[in-house]
């Protein structure tokens, strides 16, 4: 007869934490580092680029993560972290992103960073872009609509994989590509003018990070052959509102505008639903000899994601995004954080099985995590409804599991308070650990343990098998 062996978290669960560099690391122009366009939005990325603005910038300094990675790591360790998910800064490498040689202070920085994790056996999981294009590509050209975008990324990461191949194995590309529909210019690196055919810049954006990311993962295995190099999208999940007809199918279709991204970087094809969308869109993708080769062969070895929330959908009402994911209209059936993000750990569990039927490679929850007000009372923080969310997602990544999912690893995102990217302000924290720093940019910069830091400690030692309260 035939047992199913899929019971718990495999011996060798990935657990950690993730965070990207824009928002930890501050020293936003120290070592040579140029401007990307996460520092241009103080407001956030759902704000978008204010160049000039002389409004306060928390990212310039963020959590100070570029000094005080050593301190910081030391308590990831503490909590037994198997992993731990950054960025590379691609302006620290590049500061412009055109020049011929790299940063030497810039590759330095990583050196030291990626050697620290090593030190406690963490290993580090790392994305090659994550909301922070150089910003002079956007400025000279154009960003991700010009295919010369190719070369340029390519290159940093040749120079990445090459100063890093003992050190990182695990390599992602851009964090949640998907969103380029929703947030253009962190997402994609492109800025979409009012009278443009947004769909054509889109998808010819998109056509060309699926050819770097094919390029990027083809020369990741040459340089360093037991590499794994994955996909991100943001996958929170998305129902119809109702049961209507009309609202089924067009989630469904809003859900397969996300998907599109995992089938062509997965699969390694154009899927024939998008053939339509650019027929009734007017879009006419230039494609060169050799791109859809490249794509067919080089495709990712696992699927990262995020997931945070569910919403749901209507038919014929228009779309936002959010960093979190699409925002529709509320479920009556879930609560919600006070930023308004409805929590739903069933939600997960189908979201897992859904990817996993659709692609059969391995997962990797790269992002989860509740965003919250965190009150420090008489010098703790008791963040029992942080505990109360991961627990409740853990368990439902749990029963996926015994569904048959394959699953690599958890990294919660923000186990160190960071600065918000949807909104650019420190008061919305994910962390563990509580950063000393609040809007204003007042604060010590002290770091303090919370309740759920002693909590996911528990859970790693057990290997996700004590999610009791404590
Ligand atoms: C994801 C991003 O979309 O959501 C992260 O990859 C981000 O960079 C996270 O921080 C949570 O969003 P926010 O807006 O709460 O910081």
Redesign the pocket.
């Known amino acids: 007869m035939l047992k199913n062996n899929y019971n718990g978290f495999p011996e060798d669960f990935l657990w950690g934490g993730a965070i ?1 560099a824009n ?1 930890a690391e501050g020293a936003y122009r120290e070592d040579g580092k140029g401007l990307s366009t996460a520092d241009m939005m103080p407001g ?1 990325l759902l704000k978008g680029l204010e160049k000039d603005s002389e409004d306060l910038n928390l990212y310039h300094k963020a959590i100070d993560f570029y000094y005080n990675f050593e301190e910081d790591i030391a308590l990831f360790a503490e909590m037994g972290f198997k992993t731990f998910r950054t960025s590379i800064s691609w302006p620290r490498i590049f500061p412009n992103g055109d020049e011929s040689e790299p940063n030497e202070k810039g590759l330095e920085y990583y050196d030291r960073l990626f050697d620290e994790l090593l030190k406690y056996d963490i290993e580090p999981v790392v994305t090659l872009s ?2 922070e294009t150089p910003f002079h590509l956007i400025e000279k050209y154009g960003g991700w609509k010009n295919r010369k975008m190719i070369d340029f990324f390519v290159k940093y990461c040749e120079v990445v994989f090459n100063r890093y191949q003992d050190k990182v194995k695990i390599w992602m590309g851009f ?2 590509i998907n969103n380029i529909h929703n947030i253009p210019t962190a997402a994609g690196g492109i800025i979409l003018k009012e009278d443009e055919n947004k769909m054509q810049s889109i998808y010819q954006a998109s056509h060309h990070l699926f050819v770097a990311s094919a390029t990027a993962a083809k020369r990741c295995h040459e340089i360093i052959p037991d590499s794994k190099m994955g996909a991100m999208l ?1 996958l929170s999940g998305v129902y119809p509102n109702t049961c209507h007809p009309d609202d089924v199918f067009e989630t469904y279709e809003l859900r397969r505008r996300s998907l599109f991204y995992s089938d062509v970087l997965l699969k390694g094809e154009y899927p024939n639903y998008i053939q339509r969308v650019w027929e009734e869109n007017d879009v006419e993708l230039e494609v060169e000899h050799g791109d859809l080769e490249l794509i067919k062969i080089h495709t990712a070895d696992y699927l990262g994601f ?1 997931y ?1 929330r569910t919403t749901t959908h209507k038919a014929g009402t228009p779309i936002y995004g959010h ?2 994911g699409v925002v529709g209209s509320k479920n009556p059936y879930l609560e919600e954080t006070p930023w308004g993000w409805q929590i739903d750990p069933k939600g997960f569990r189908y979201v897992c099985n859904e990817l996993y039927d659709r692609y059969q490679k391995p997962l990797f929850v790269v ?1 989860n995590g509740m ?1 919250n007000v965190d009150k420090l009372e008489d010098g703790r923080i008791e963040d029992d409804y942080r505990i109360d969310y991961i627990k409740a997602h853990l368990e439902a990544m749990k029963e996926a599991i015994k569904d048959g999912v394959d699953l690599m690893g958890y990294t919660y ?2 186990p160190i308070d960071i600065v ?4 650019g302000e420190m008061k ?1 924290r994910y962390g563990f650990i509580y950063v000393d720093r609040d809007n204003n940019g007042e604060g010590s910069l002290e770091r303090k343990k919370k309740k759920s830091f002693h909590w996911y400690k528990q859970v790693i030692e057990s290997n996700g098998e004590d999610l009791s309260k404590i």
């Open positions: 990207a928002q956030g994550h909301y964090n949640e943001s995020s945070y960093t979190g992002e965003g995102w923000g918000s990217a949807g909104t919305k």
